[in-house]
């Protein structure tokens, strides 16, 4: 889902099921993880990816939660 727009990235993850967007959680957890290893051995370039995947597993998050108040 890199270099996607906002509005094109919430579309997608909205028209995921609930299967689907759980994975991508765990994907995005797992990135998220290796990319603050990276950034711990000064490997990482782009320190800002972390927060773009920090955002996207929120966002993920917050359609699984409205989901189950349905």
């Given at each position: 889902m890199a270099n996607l727009k906002l509005k094109e990235v919430?579309?997608?993850l909205r028209s995921m099921t609930n299967e689907e967007l759980v994975n991508?959680?765990?994907v995005q957890r797992a990135n998220l993880y290796h990319m603050r290893r990276?950034?711990?051995l000064r490997q990482l370039e782009d320190t800002a990816a972390i927060h773009t995947a920090?955002?996207?597993i929120a966002?993920?998050?917050t359609i699984l939660r409205e989901r189950e108040g349905k």
């Open positions: 919430r579309e997608q991508e959680v765990a990276k950034v711990a920090r955002k996207q966002r993920a998050l």
